[in-house]
């Protein structure tokens, strides 16, 4: 309960691990709020079929609240005026105005996962996929270090829920600005799988490999970060882990 | 979407973008030219002729008969451990076509590029006519390039929102030279431009409104030009497939042994991976085209045999430098077709 959890790829996608947290925390049963800005609803969909969970139904039933950034961006840009006065403020809205807040979208975060009376789901959880999205489409890291400190608040303390962030990051990546935010989430978070490419180039049979850093050093003992390495395959419904150079291709 | 760098001179790119749209026209789809460079109506004459079936069947059928014919003939005697692996092939076999095969050398006739409907949007037409509009804070080229595409989407019921304009076919859009100067956004002339996150801007919106309708797209830009590589990053994030064209003219490798066959080299940077956990692999990412006099093919690199009389190369020191590049590649799956027919 309560933890921050960082998704973190490089050289490689990551994505597999959104679709597994996805399908995982609404089997459990608890209430998601999924910012998706990468990929449309029915990629996922599709996705999480093949896990054995339907999108769909989960939201129907009011588990999941999805935010499509593609489809809000849309109707940012192409909607009426009359449409905007009257609803809600966009989630996206800080792509329209000079000033970069991100306040509008950690609204609708928080607005879909304070629970309700009716509500009886397990602890709230937030997906974010994926975060460097937002510094393409014009906020500042500031602003996106500060949505994410709202949310973490909101989230994790006060609602005692998870907080699940998708990020790409490169050794010798250029973007500066990127490499400002995810090092500092990298500082906070208690969990982080970091995804990679083999050093070795590619390889049909593994895709990569996985560190699993569980930051023990954040807590008040004088432990180490202990730091697990695994290789993975993905496959069409599944995704295999194994220890390193144990592939089945190799045994 | 599909996102080209395009090579020093643009003369290959424009190649594939040609390509892209001749199969639109030979399938019966929709296209969307837009251009601040050329005029569409000039691109549209030029594009490439189709292959009719049978003669290029019969010259492929002939290439592989030929090789088949030498090589029972003599089997190995040194390396006879490789005789057992399946033959490597350059080219594929006539068995799986996929798409169509154009002839450069000769144009298209006008009666085919006329049986389909096409818009245009030329940039120095339109920056004349239209009134302003809501900017979202992008450069107002790509403003309007956006509105014009979302207007024909939804005009011609591509987008589905219209139960009575069933489409049938899809829209090919095409956009050349995005990021260049003459669309009004200096990326490309700056280290720090003014608005670095036009271009970003506009791809995640045309991005939204390619997932919402049924249409395709290539851009190209001019990568080399971009010196803010951040963009560069941020742009292959946000495309669903990325190819890198190299060309060798005026570059050392045009005499480098290693590449006397070959035009260029197709780097393949990022391959969709939709509606699924895993993409497509492929044995191979090393891809080198070549413009020959009536096709444009892409192949698998392989390297020419070392039949020289000396020891040492002088451009061994070379050839280990250009396999370290050709093999290093992204960690990502790479799907490499081995040959991309368009």
């Not at chain 1, 050093?199 to 697990?228: M, N, P, W, Y």
């Not at chain 2, 996929?98 to 120095?124: A, C, N, R």
């Not at chain 2, 560069?232 to 190299?246: A, F, P, Q």
Request: with cysteine; hydrophobic share 40%.
């Amino acid at each position: 309960q309560g933890k921050f959890t960082l998704l973190q790829d490089t050289r490689t996608d990551g994505s597999f691990l959104v679709h597994h947290f996805l399908s995982f925390y609404l089997r459990a049963g608890c209430k998601v709020c999924f910012v998706a800005l990468l990929q449309s609803f029915s990629h996922y969909n599709i996705v999480a079929q093949k896990l054995g969970v339907s999108l769909t139904a989960a939201k129907e039933r009011g588990q999941l609240v999805f935010l499509e950034g593609l489809k809000s961006c849309l109707d940012l840009v192409f909607g009426e005026e009359e449409e905007e006065q009257s609803g809600q403020p966009s989630p996206l809205q800080f792509m329209s105005e000079s000033a970069s807040n991100l306040k509008a979208l950690f609204d609708f975060v928080r607005t879909s996962l304070t629970p309700t009376g009716s509500d009886s789901w397990q602890g709230p959880v937030l997906l974010v996929d994926d975060l460097g999205v937002l510094l393409s489409l014009g906020a500042t890291p500031v602003a996106v270090l500060d949505f994410i400190h709202y949310c973490r608040v909101a989230v994790c303390s006060q609602l005692k829920g998870n907080v699940v962030v998708l990020v790409h990051s490169n050794e010798d990546s250029e973007d500066e600005e990127n490499e400002l935010v995810v090092n500092s989430l990298c500082h906070h978070s208690d969990l982080i799988l970091w995804v990679e490419g083999l050093a070795t180039g590619f390889c049909k049979d593994v895709h990569g490999q996985i560190k699993i850093i569980r930051r023990a050093s954040l807590e008040l003992t004088a432990e180490q970060d202990h730091v697990q390495i695994y290789q993975y395959k993905i496959q069409d419904k599944n995704v295999t882990f194994f220890a390193r150079g144990l592939s089945a291709a190799v045994l | 979407l599909v996102f080209t760098e395009e090579d020093k001179y643009g003369l290959y790119s424009n190649l594939l973008f040609k390509y892209f749209l001749a199969e639109g026209v030979v399938c019966g789809h929709d296209l969307f030219v837009a251009s601040a460079k050329d005029h569409p109506d000039n691109i549209l004459k030029e594009l490439p002729a189709p292959l009719l079936d049978d003669t290029h069947r019969h010259e492929l059928g002939e290439e592989a008969t030929a090789v088949k014919s030498e090589d029972f003939q003599d089997s190995m005697k040194i390396a006879w451990r490789y005789q057992n692996l399946p033959k490597v092939e350059a080219s594929p076999t006539t068995s799986t076509k996929f798409g169509h095969y154009y002839d450069v050398s000769k144009t298209m006739s006008p009666e085919l590029s006329q049986s389909i409907k096409w818009h245009s949007f030329y940039l120095p037409e339109e920056l004349s006519s239209q009134p302003k509009m809501k900017t979202c804070n992008m450069n107002s080229a790509y403003a309007r390039l956006l509105h014009s595409i979302q207007r024909i989407i939804y005009q011609e019921g591509f987008d589905g929102s219209d139960p009575q304009k069933k489409q049938k076919t899809i829209l090919r859009i095409g956009i050349q030279s995005l990021g260049s100067m003459l669309w009004g956004d200096d990326i490309c002339s700056s280290d720090t431009p003014e608005d670095i996150h036009s271009l970003t801007k506009f791809l995640y919106v045309l991005r939204g409104l390619l997932r919402k309708s049924l249409s395709a797209c290539i851009i190209t830009v001019p990568a080399h030009l971009i010196q803010n590589k951040a963009i560069m990053e941020r742009v292959t994030n946000l495309s669903d497939t990325v190819v890198g064209l190299e060309s060798f003219i005026g570059s050392e490798r045009e005499t480098n042994p290693l590449y006397k066959d070959y035009h260029g080299l197709v780097h393949v940077h990022q391959i969709p991976r939709l509606n699924s956990l895993i993409c497509d692999v492929s044995d191979t990412k090393d891809l080198a085209f070549r413009l020959k006099r009536k096709l444009f093919t892409i192949e698998r690199l392989h390297l020419p045999p070392d039949l020289s009389d000396t020891v040492s190369r002088a451009s061994k020191q070379d050839l280990a430098e250009s396999a370290k590049l050709l093999s290093s590649g992204c960690g990502a799956m790479a799907i490499g077709k081995k040959h991309l027919d368009f």
